[in-house]
């Protein structure tokens, strides 16, 4: 059973900038599609960008384009981090890390939120105006 460890998120002020970290265990492969999604209350969960641990493909949400970006630990390439700078009020959620085996044929930026098997605890962001 895969588990997904999160860490990072936090307080910040609007133009700070924080990291979330999400490590995957417990799974015998390597090659995952890894993402991260956001909910606000009352809204549906919404992803904000997406990798693919074998090689490294990634997307963004057109909403954090240019201000969030994926890395990967070179020691262990399904622990994956989020660097966000100049984050904006409307970045405040619920952040939530999820992962899944690849499809054949199935981009990971095209994998729908009911898609994915395995999800974090989430963590929360903060960003005060």
């Known amino acids: 059973q895969v588990q997904l460890m999160e860490s990072g998120g936090g307080s910040v002020q609007a133009g700070g900038s924080l990291r979330l970290s999400c490590a995957a265990s417990g799974g015998t492969d390597t090659t995952y599609c890894m993402a991260w999604f956001r909910q606000v209350p009352g809204k549906e969960r919404e992803r904000v960008a997406s990798?693919?641990?074998?090689?490294?493909?990634?997307?963004y949400a057109d909403s954090v384009k240019g201000r969030f970006t994926w890395s990967q630990d070179i020691a262990k390439s399904t622990t994956v981090h989020l660097d966000m700078v100049r984050l904006k009020p409307e970045d405040a959620a619920a952040y939530f890390c999820?992962?899944?085996?690849?499809?054949?044929?199935?981009?990971?930026?095209?994998?729908?939120?009911?898609?994915?098997?395995?999800w974090g605890q989430g963590t929360q962001v903060i960003v005060s105006s």
């Open positions: 999820a992962a899944r085996r690849p499809i054949i044929g199935v981009p990971c930026h095209d994998l729908q939120l009911r898609q994915y098997d395995y």
């Open positions: 990798i693919y641990t074998y090689g490294g493909g990634r997307s």
